[in-house]
């Protein structure tokens, strides 16, 4: 071990391939939901230390990702928390922090958030209280997915390369009890972004992160299915006003209620998608022609802007208000500057207005001739074998493509029972979370055969947010080369309360976690129409962020 930890910066440096991946679980733990970071401590301690026969390998394996965390050994653990898997290092220790951005292949100008237990925590590390602006952002949504910006401390106590060529470090607390539970046994600060190679879908389950980092991470914490399943919103509360830099669980309306002239004016400070990709072709060869680009609800009035925080500020032509770059270019924000989410196949998001009008066979049909082989024999078109994926939310199952032998009950793995008039069930799709909700259909398109999976997910914008990384995984594990989803239809809040039933629930605020106190209650309430709203947001980004194409 002592070898290991004074090797720790060249270790840190190398790229991990040759990695023994392996996954601990935490539901094996008694932990509860509000504790203090000494009462999680007391509990890891006791389960490492004093550990029953059967759970001696798990407890042995917790220690040891729990003590690599604690000397800085890279690579970085793998954890849960009710947004996405994180990948996690010592926030102080910039050999660790650098290993999570060789296990990634993470852009080095890309910043990062550090999780923290509990406001007590974050001030111990700052040595300033919390800034008076974030005091109701905090008691209103700590713990939970809100990451907020501050000034990187003077001590020098975070490593330069969580916060590189920025003067504002983002931190959070996280409402798993799975990542304060960690956290406070690791008794560190944690730099942790998404668990996954860098540009493609975030992880949900502890599985999505062994498929993409199966040999470049040690440990795996696994704490069962995020709950939330799309990343923290990011604000700056700095600026004036302040500015959502990236939009998550918590969106503009509920930051603007929080109170005070000044979160009245709450912004966005990040670009919406208004132009079309910029990566060039899609793998299938097929140029993107449309725009990637979804209207908000919200109506964004022009704003004066100072730059109080020191932040380059840019009024556009629109009203909104950005500040995607600072002097130096680099991100302000994760999810700001490069392309993410990406699955393997090219995603096409369809407008209401494209479906009604029969574009989807059209661009079926377009995407699946140009995935033709030629045999290289006398120049004859050889057919084709295509697989292809659709989510659908609003419109009918396989998004009312012609179709035929439709298998909508998948509920078992492959047996040799299978019949010729039924489509071959992958394991991908009968071992899946998504089993009850996938249909199989084929289909014959210019002389190629075409198997499509069709994942019916329903209008519920938070089963969509929940689900959306996990389904474009899916797709990836079944190979898809396309798949075609729909474009989020935003609501208002007149549609919210003419289609939501009159509450029978008390009127009084509902108990809430508190940041303070690391889960002990406290009272707030979340309006449930500002929380679909600002789903809308955060699954609008990441889905517009995801696609290749939008046809309108």
């Known amino acids: 071990m002592r070898s290991i930890i004074s090797s720790r910066s060249h ?35 006791k389960y490492v230390h004093r550990p029953s026969h059967s759970r001696i390998e798990n407890a042995t394996l917790l220690r040891d990702a729990v003590e690599s965390i604690k000397h800085g050994i890279a690579p970085p653990v793998a954890f849960p928390t009710e947004t996405v898997y994180g990948l996690g290092a010592d926030a102080t220790n910039e050999p660790a922090v650098s290993g999570i951005f060789a296990a990634k292949g993470r852009p080095s100008d890309n910043p990062l958030i550090v999780h923290v237990s509990s406001i007590k925590h974050l001030e111990q590390l700052t040595g300033e209280p919390l800034p008076a602006i974030y005091v109701p952002a905090a008691e209103r949504f700590w713990p939970g997915p809100l990451t907020i910006l501050l000034p990187v401390p003077s001590s020098g106590i975070f490593a330069r390369n969580v916060h590189p060529f920025q003067s504002t470090i983002g931190f959070r607390i996280p409402s798993s009890k799975y990542a304060r539970f960690f956290i406070a046994a690791t008794g560190r600060p944690i730099a942790g972004p998404s668990a996954n190679s860098s540009g493609k879908p975030s992880p949900t389950t502890a599985r999505h992160v062994l498929d993409d980092l199966n040999g470049k991470v040690n440990f795996i914490l696994d704490g069962g299915d995020c709950e939330v399943g799309v990343e923290s919103t990011v604000v700056d509360g700095l600026h004036d006003p302040p500015l959502i830099l990236r939009p998550g669980g918590v969106g503009l309306e509920e930051l603007r209620s929080l109170g005070g002239e000044k979160w009245a004016r709450t912004a966005i400070g990040y670009k919406r998608h208004s132009g079309g990709p910029t990566d060039g072709p899609g793998k299938d060869g097929s140029s993107a022609t449309t725009t990637l680009s979804t ?98 939310c609003y419109w009918p199952s396989f998004a009312g493509l012609p179709v035929e032998g439709i298998r909508s009950t998948i509920s078992a793995p492959n047996t040799n029972g299978n019949t010729a008039s039924e489509p071959f069930v992958p394991d991908a799709v009968s071992n899946s979370a998504y089993v009850p909700i996938t249909s199989m259909a084929t289909t014959t398109v210019k002389n190629n055969n075409v198997t499509l999976y069709n994942v019916q997910l329903g209008p519920d914008i938070s089963t969509l947010a929940h689900s959306l990384f996990g389904v474009l995984r899916l797709f990836d594990e079944l190979g898809c080369t396309f798949i075609f989803a729909e474009t989020v239809r935003r609501t208002t809040a007149s549609s919210f309360s003419s289609s939501s039933p009159p509450s029978t629930a008390p009127s009084e605020p509902r108990s809430q976690p508190s940041a303070l106190t690391n889960g002990a209650e406290t009272t707030g309430k979340r309006d449930p129409s500002h929380t679909r709203r600002d789903l809308e947001d955060a699954v609008v980004d990441r889905i517009e962020k995801a696609a290749a194409e939008r046809v309108d």
């Open 295 to 392: 209207p908000s609800s919200i109506d964004e009035s022009a704003i004066g802007v100072s730059t109080s925080s020191g932040n380059a500020s840019v009024a556009h032509f629109d009203g909104n208000v950005t500040y995607e770059d600072d002097v130096n270019g680099a991100p302000r924000a994760p999810g700001m500057k490069y392309r993410h989410y990406s699955p393997q196949g090219r995603l096409v998001l369809f407008s209401e207005d494209a479906v009604l009008k029969g574009r989807v066979l059209d661009k079926l049909n377009e995407l699946v001739g140009n995935c033709h082989q030629r045999s290289g024999m006398g120049g004859q078109e050889k057919p084709h074998e295509v697989k292809g994926g659709i989510i659908s």
């Open 11 to 45: 270790l840190a440096s190398m790229p991990y391939t040759h990695c023994r991946t392996r996954i601990i679980d935490l539901r094996d733990l008694d932990i509860p939901e509000h504790a203090s970071d000494e009462e999680y401590r007391a509990i890891y301690l």
